[in-house]
């Protein structure tokens, strides 16, 4: 079967580094997508990654390997407005996007 | 560019009611669109995907006679949930493909769906 696992919440610092990991099982591989939600709202793209390494936008940062089925989101310099909802989805072999169930991250002062 | 539009953005209705909810893509052509369900902290669901000028493809467990899905131009794609009932009360969100550009998707800003 198909399968996403991310953590289901996490909290961190204002100003710190965080981690967010994703594991995936898939029939077939066509990349693999991190969005980021908030509360009420629509989910809105960050970033996209579909060969092994690592993917440098700004603040936040995007990691694959596709030999472990893995990927992480690395956000530095937290600020109050990371607090959201980051979710993984990888695409299958019909560009179908699959979806992890969400990581909620919580920012404290 | 890539901006995919919803309306309503809220909608109550009354148990028994149909209501449709419209998704564009303002500024692409689409062929694929996808339609998605969110309950309260969860993720998204897909219920089915909608390719322009035929038929809908539903994901197992989505009736598709409660569900209608119309996509009739390359920029449309309409929902219709008929006869609501309070369970189907949810965030509908909807996501467009551009043209030959399959691992793009760009979504709606959601339509919050209350059956009274």
């Known amino acids: 079967g198909q399968n996403i696992d991310q953590p289901t919440e996490m909290t961190a610092t204002e100003g710190a580094i965080v981690q967010i990991n994703c594991t995936y099982q898939?029939?077939?591989?066509?990349?693999l997508f991190w969005y980021q939600q908030h509360a009420g709202e629509a989910p809105t793209f960050l970033s996209y990654?579909?060969l092994d390494g690592l993917e440098e936008k700004g603040r936040f940062s995007s990691f694959l390997s596709r030999s472990k089925g893995y990927s992480y989101l690395l956000l530095k310099e937290l600020q109050m407005k990371d607090s959201a909802s980051y979710l993984c989805?990888?695409?299958?072999?019909?560009?179908?996007?699959?979806w992890g169930a969400g990581t909620k991250l919580i920012i404290k002062p | 560019g890539a901006v995919v539009s919803q309306h309503p953005s809220r909608v109550i209705c009354k148990s028994g009611t149909s209501v449709k909810i419209e998704c564009r893509s303002l500024?692409?052509?689409?062929?694929?669109m996808f339609w998605y369900r969110q309950f309260p902290k969860k993720s998204l669901m897909l219920m089915a995907t909608?390719?322009?000028?035929?038929?809908?493809?539903?994901e197992q467990g989505v009736e598709k006679d409660k569900f209608l899905i119309n996509h009739a131009s390359l920029t449309l794609s309409t929902l219709t949930v008929t006869s609501a009932h309070p369970e189907d009360s949810s965030f509908y969100i909807c996501?467009?493909?551009?043209?030959?550009?399959?691992?793009?998707?760009?979504f709606g800003p959601g339509t919050r769906l209350t059956v009274t």
């Open positions: 990654n579909v």
């Open positions: 500024d692409f052509q689409a062929t694929t």
């Open positions: 989805a990888v695409a299958d072999s019909n560009y179908q996007l699959i």
């Open positions: 996501s467009a493909r551009p043209l030959a550009r399959d691992y793009e998707q760009y």
């Open positions: 898939t029939s077939g591989f066509n990349g």
């Open positions: 909608s390719n322009e000028g035929s038929k809908a493809t539903y």
